[in-house]
């Protein structure tokens, strides 16, 4: 019986443990700020829905939130679509304040992390819907 417990507490543990490492973000898809249209106010475009987003005419761009913890003020997105990107940097990293999204671009994550060079560097605001 003591092995039956301790095994279903290792269990427990070990699946909070997965839980928290696979930087699965506490926000329901709906509630992520960054999802919508946003502009630039140079008349320049953003659209980030759950799997793509897309700047102006480009074609859409597949990517993943890789988030570990968020106080929902802060994010980053990996893109994930292979090959040359127009616009983004494969690293995006999201801040929001006053209804403003912040995005910072960097080579990769190890840059990010790093506090590399900032590939782009882009303040939105989010359009009416």
């Known amino acids: 019986m003591l092995g ?14 997965l839980f928290l490492a696979s930087g699965v973000s ?59 990107i127009n616009f983004f940097a494969r690293t995006l990293y999201l801040t929001f304040e006053d209804g403003a999204m912040q995005m910072t671009g960097y080579r990769s994550h190890a840059e990010f992390m790093q506090g590399g060079e900032v590939q782009m560097e882009v303040t939105w605001s989010k359009e009416d819907e």
Not at 4 to 17: E, G, P, Q, Y
Not at 42 to 50: H, N, P, Q, Y
């Open 4 to 17: 039956t417990i301790m095994t279903s507490t290792f269990a427990a543990r070990l699946a909070a443990l």
């Open 26 to 84: 506490a926000f329901a898809a709906d509630d992520l700020p960054y999802l919508g249209s946003w502009s630039n106010g140079r008349g320049e475009t953003l659209v980030i829905k759950a799997k793509t987003m897309q700047f102006g005419d480009d074609r859409p761009v597949a990517y993943r939130d890789v988030t570990r913890v968020s106080d929902g003020e802060s994010f980053e997105l990996e893109i994930t679509t292979p090959g040359k």
